[in-house]
């Protein structure tokens, strides 16, 4: 018996903290997951672009399994996409194959959490956690809970990673609406300065889009991100329907995602590709690492940290990849909008591609 009320306690059940729940659940552990939200995943807060599982395979080759890692019932699908346009400022768009799911967030969200409880994790929800410490978790309500092993799955601002982490990530602060009105087929990215630094978007649903854009900061030029999105949404003509805002981690993962009994997954280790910004089946996959080797340890004693060895294998290259392109994305969009105009042409092409999809771009870049 141990001497804990869990073997696992997750601090958000977003898609890293359900799929960490999921499958050590379903590996025999005993895990509760502890989120804020009630209902989770609401608000929205995202962009609701991930890549279908075939175009998943194609971005990150190492991954194994991806049909059971990524089951995206059709309830959480609003429209499959399968063009990608690349805009530069002069809206002239480099037009690419892609395939891509525009989701419903928050069904998607519900679905992981079910699929979660499922495999036998319990959920508390409308529940904050305020900090940790060695192996309790104190709750805001004055409760504390107990655990072996305690995942920080809160996303950037998680406790653990405030508390136990000091290495900084760079933040993109991020903001979008849904609009009515139709937007054709393809998934739109935006580059030049109408996002200086980073990118905007455009994603059509099957009623409507997300329309939305990041920036960094120290690009910006005195204007806010506010002037900036107020500017790009004005191109489009619909009923707004929802404002939402958040931030984006950019630096790509934190070196350690383990320190003694403590793990963190998605965000809150830096779980995001900055080259085009996908998050979500990013930190599903982490999550599913995570919660194998969380079953692994409980059984045979193995070192959680071989988690972090893992991810290496799997997402290694194209962490790597996606960072080296983010950073040359940064200097080159910093040049005036018509020299990027210039550079997006039919020679660059396939460069911007493998740039975009986290592939080196040269052969020795
Ligand atoms: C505006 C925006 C647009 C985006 N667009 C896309 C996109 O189009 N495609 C894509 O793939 N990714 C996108 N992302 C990134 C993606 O949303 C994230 O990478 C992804 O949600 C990370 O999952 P997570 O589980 O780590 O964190 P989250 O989804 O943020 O979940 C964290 C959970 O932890 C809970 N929590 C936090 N702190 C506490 C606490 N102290 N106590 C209890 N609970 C806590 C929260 O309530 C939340 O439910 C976007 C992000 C933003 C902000």
Redesign the pocket.
């Known amino acids: 018996m141990s001497n804990f009320d869990r073997d696992v306690i997750v ?8 799929t960490v729940a999921r499958y050590a659940a379903s590996g025999g552990a005993d895990v509760l997951v ?4 009630d209902p ?2 609401t608000p929205l ?6 890549p279908t599982n075939d175009e998943m395979r194609r971005l990150c080759p190492d991954v194994p399994d991806m049909d059971d890692l990524f089951q995206t019932p059709e309830s959480a699908i609003s429209r499959h996409s399968n063009k990608m346009h690349l805009v530069p400022p002069s809206g002239k768009p480099l037009k690419f194959d892609f395939d891509g799911y525009v989701l419903n ?1 928050v069904a998607h ?1 519900e679905f992981l959490v079910d699929l979660a409880k499922k495999s036998g994790a319990t959920y508390m929800v409308d ?4 900090r940790v410490e060695e192996n309790t978790v104190f709750l805001k309500s004055g409760e504390t809970l107990s655990a072996k092993i305690i995942v920080d ?3 950037h ?3 653990i990673r405030r508390d136990y982490w000091t290495e900084k990530s760079v933040k993109i602060p ?3 609406v849904l609009m009515e009105g139709d937007y054709g087929e393809a998934v739109e990215l935006h580059f030049g300065s109408m996002a200086p630094g980073g990118y905007a ?1 455009m ?1 059509p649903k099957q009623n409507g889009a ?1 329309i ?1 854009l ?1 920036i960094q900061r120290s690009f910006a030029k005195g204007k806010s991100l506010n002037q900036y999105t107020d500017e790009f949404i004005s191109k489009y003509d619909g009923d707004i329907t929802f404002n ?6 950019m630096s790509g993962t934190i070196k350690k995602f383990v320190k003694g009994n403590y793990m963190l ?4 280790a830096g ?2 590709l900055p080259s085009n ?7 599903m996959i982490g ?1 599913r690492i995570a919660g194998q080797v969380i079953c692994e340890n409980l059984k045979n004693g193995t070192p959680l940290e071989n988690y972090e060895k893992i991810w290496k294998k799997q997402m290694g290259k194209v962490m790597r990849n996606s960072k080296r392109s983010f950073k040359i994305g940064s200097l080159l969009f910093r040049l005036p909008d018509w020299i990027l105009n210039l550079m997006f042409n039919r020679l660059t092409k396939g460069i911007i591609w493998r740039a975009v999809t986290c592939r080196r771009m040269f052969w020795i870049i």
């Not at 529940?127 to 305020?130: A, K």
């Not at 997954?265 to 809150?268: A, F, K, L, P, R």
């Not at 910004?277 to 930190?283: D, F, L, R, V, W």
């Open positions: 601090i958000g059940g977003g898609p890293a903290g359900s502890i989120d804020g939200r989770i995943g807060q995202c962009g609701e672009l991930v967030r969200d529940t904050r956690v305020e799955s809160g996303g601002n998680g406790p991020v903001k979008f978007w994603f997300n939305g990041g939402g805002a958040g931030s984006l981690p997954v998605g965000d809150s779980m995001v910004g996908a998050g979500i089946t990013i930190a999550g």
